[in-house]
């Protein structure tokens, strides 16, 4: 494991169950991984997230338009009507700037041999948001959510963010799928620090 480039996933697989981290990261099977419902329900929704905004359109009715076209659209229409209404809502505060700076970031430091592919990074004309999208499961939203459990991550994407960009992260926060709810706070440098 020397050689491998961490990444975000990694370090948080192995604090969850080293067991599973060894069978996947170490041994290379992630067979369960490749088959198991979360995990395909997880990538096919992140996809089309991904597919709703195109290159220089800003019109949401010609971008929901283009998502509603989409083949995986009906199998996943309740999550995608909820990604709708929360592009509807962040364009109705900021205006375009609800288009994202950045979309599926790929980012890697050499020097801590750390990598992370960061969902979202929000502009909105006076600061950067970093958004990392949660499907279901484990990763539900209740009104009482609390950020504390997806600190590490944030942090990690902010590191990358910052030290590649050399822009100021503001804001941090969890988009929950399942429900269409954006949990945010104030970016911790202290956590980034950590």
């Known amino acids: 494991l020397e050689s491998q480039k961490l990444s975000k ?3 948080k697989a192995y604090i969850e169950c080293p067991f599973a981290f060894h069978k996947r990261y170490v041994l290379g099977d992630d067979s369960l991984d490749q088959n198991f419902f979360p995990f395909v329900y997880g990538r096919n929704v992140h996809e089309l997230l991904e597919k709703f905004y195109v290159k220089g359109e800003s019109d949401i009715n010609i971008l929901t338009k283009n998502i509603v076209m989409n083949d995986k659209y009906i199998k996943n229409k309740n999550v995608v009507n909820k990604f709708i209404e929360f592009n509807q809502m ?3 505060k900021i205006g375009n700037n609800y288009i994202p700076y950045a979309i599926e ?3 890697r430091d050499l020097e801590l041999n750390i990598s992370g592919v960061i969902d979202r990074v929000q502009f909105d004309g006076e600061n950067y948001m970093i958004i990392d999208y949660k499907q279901s499961g484990a990763d539900y939203f209740d009104e009482n959510e609390t950020l504390s459990k997806y600190r590490f991550e944030l942090a990690v994407y902010t590191y990358l963010f910052e030290k590649h960009t050399g822009l100021k992260v503001k804001l941090w926060g969890i988009y929950f799928c399942k429900n269409g ?3 945010y706070e104030t970016a ?3 956590e980034v620090n950590k």
């Open 105 to 107: 970031m790929k980012l």
């Open 181 to 183: 709810k954006l949990v």
């Open 90 to 92: 962040m364009k109705e």
């Open 188 to 190: 911790s440098e202290q």
């Open 9 to 11: 996933s990694y370090v």
